[in-house]
């Protein structure tokens, strides 16, 4: 049984940073790749960051530089640190578990478990 549960969401200033976390349940690290996704009201969900077995990040063009995404095995929890918030980066955030490696897309469809979401509002 494999669960993700997020954490870390808030309120934060234009600017700001947040921690998101995502532990892990029910599954070895570092057989596949964990990710990133958000998703604004009214929008489809999107890829911010994924990491996988390797350890190499990869990022959407409007986080890169500002957020990272890590992981810590012995813990089984991913991370995506973010900083110098804008309100566009305002969504539910949600950690996804893709048991391949990861995909070179942003296809949502392509992992096969999801956390519960955390909220991150920016303003």
């Known amino acids: 049984h494999v669960q993700l549960v997020e954490s870390g969401g808030g309120s934060v200033q234009a600017g700001g940073s947040l921690r998101l976390s995502c532990e892990v349940s029910?599954?070895?690290?570092?057989?596949?790749?964990l990710g990133w996704f958000r998703q604004i009201s009214g929008k489809e969900r999107e890829g911010v960051a994924a990491i996988g077995k390797d350890g190499l990040p990869t990022y959407v063009d409007s986080v890169k530089g500002r957020f990272t995404i890590s992981k810590d095995n012995a813990k089984n929890t991913l991370y995506l640190q973010m900083e110098n918030l804008k309100p566009e980066d305002t969504a539910m955030y949600y950690c996804?578990?893709?048991?391949?490696?990861?995909?070179?897309?942003?296809?949502?469809?392509?992992?096969?478990?999801w956390g519960q979401g955390t909220q991150v509002t920016v303003s």
């Open positions: 996804a578990l893709r048991f391949a490696g990861c995909p070179v897309t942003w296809y949502a469809l392509e992992y096969d478990y």
């Open positions: 029910g599954y070895t690290y570092p057989r596949g790749c």
